[in-house]
């Protein structure tokens, strides 16, 4: 009897130091930190679930219930929330209030949620979200680092990692301020693969401006989606209402293209073409395509005047074996007049010049070696149409730059070099196909310093041209070659720079003024048949000078 009395002591004991205990914690909150209880929980082939929280925990069964801060962690998913319920058997959960839902790349918050963490398919309710995007690297887009963000009334996630948004907005930008913003009644967001949108509208600002009954954006590494572009409307004073739409093709990873068309009330219809690609790391492919099939305009006389044509460019660059580089840039334009008429930007209007060229070059050890064709046509006047083409088919260049032979002495040598085969063309003047033409010219260079405060650089060169063809005194053309032998001088005074700093004490700036005067000498002697050459480009404007 006095035994178990003990025993009965003991617990009323215990009983009372765990009242007291409770009393003091409710009377003082802050007397003592409550310890987090942590259990965990088999769930099957060998995993277990991790349960943690703050507050009550209890076990009906497979049920297992807990509350304040709640941590549920379960093969790579972690569920927090201020409430969860967990069934260790079946592997579903309920949470309600601040939930936050990580899995991978994904993060979720919600007010409520229902998951089963071995299907991975559950509902969120009020959800705010984000889905980190990993792009494979492209200098040729701009693409940004920010996360996919969303907010839903309602998304559904399913087993094969997709998430159906109901009610949601959708932007790559600040969430907090973002620029531009998509919202869709219905959306689906494919991991690593794209976003589908349905009856969506473009906000900018959070101002609608664009509908689309369906849309779809990349959203994983391949940054590029097949599919058709948003559409073109607008108004023009020139061309009319225009409407028109493009296609969008990337088949490859390294190449994609584009076709598209516009329909111009007020003077026909547009064609445009981009082809792009990047076979190799060193190697690049750029083809576009613009033209107009034009209506034409009414003169004076009631007659329809047309001035639709075309242009297009191809672009090809690439870095060979063994420190060669090869670059084409061929620009084909069918007539000014089209230009003017149907440019996009003012700078492209008024630019009456059309190049291409293609070359192959090589820098090795201070020297180099190019190997070029060039072509390149002026438009002078309008109506009539004239024009002046000058081509350089083919053309090698040998230079060198400044190299010292002797260390201790500050003289310097180069050269520069070519030989090649000319064409012009204009309303006066057609030259034959290929008129040779060579040029050398070496060049010494000595620079001197008088002190800190005084450079100056003395050069002279002597320069041999020859032309197969020239011009004779009437200005006509004469196949009888000319050759010009010149010397050059140059001297260059490099005074000491001034500089004067101005403070500004109200904005606590200070600014700098520099002024570095530099004074230029040049003498150029021995051009004595200045009427003779062609004019074929600017070396052959070379005249004496003093």
Known sequence: MPRIHLTLLDARISVCTTLLAGLILLVFPGAAPIQAQQVRLPSGKGQYA????????????????????????????????DHVEYNG?????????????????????????????TTGAGTFTNVRGNIKIVRRPNPQVLVSENPLYFEARQVERTGDDTFIVHQAWITVCDQEHPTWQMFAPRAKIRLNKDVALVNANFRLFKVPLLWLPYATAPAGQRIRQTGFLLPDIGNSSTKGYVFGDAFYWAPL????????????????????????????????????????????????????????????QLEVQSLLPKGWRLVADFNQLSSLTFRLAFADAYGDAINSEVRSAIFVTN???GFSLDFAGLNDKSFLTINPETSVSLRNVPEARFGSVEQAPWAKLPIYFSFDSFIGALHRQDADLNTPAAVQRTEFAPKVTVPLHFGPWLDVTASGAVRTTRYGASLDALGNLS????????????????????????DRPKSKRRYKHTIEPEVTYRYVSGINDFERFIRFDADATLSNTN
Do not use: C
């Open 50 to 81: 991790e349960l943690s929280s703050d507050g009550e925990q209890s076990r009906k069964g497979d049920l297992f219930i807990a509350d304040r801060n709640v941590d549920l962690q379960y093969a790579g998913m972690r569920l927090r929330a």
């Open 363 to 365: 820098n090795f050890r």
């Open 253 to 312: 990873t390294w190449a994609d293209t584009t076709l598209g068309a516009q329909y111009l009330s007020k003077r026909g219809s547009s064609q445009r073409a981009e082809i792009r690609m990047k076979p190799a790391e060193n190697t690049s492919f750029l083809y576009t395509y613009y033209g107009v099939i034009d209506r034409g305009l009414p003169d004076a006389n009631g007659v329809l005047q047309k001035q639709g044509g075309h242009q297009q």
């Open 479 to 502: 196949v009888q070659p000319v050759t010009r032998n010149d010397g050059e001088f140059t001297l260059e005074i490099r005074p000491p720079t001034i500089e004067k700093y101005f």
């Open 89 to 117: 058997r079946t592997h579903d959960s309920a949470a309600q209030g601040h939930i936050q839902f990580d899995y991978e790349n994904q993060h979720l918050e919600a007010d409520e949620a229902h998951y089963n963490f």
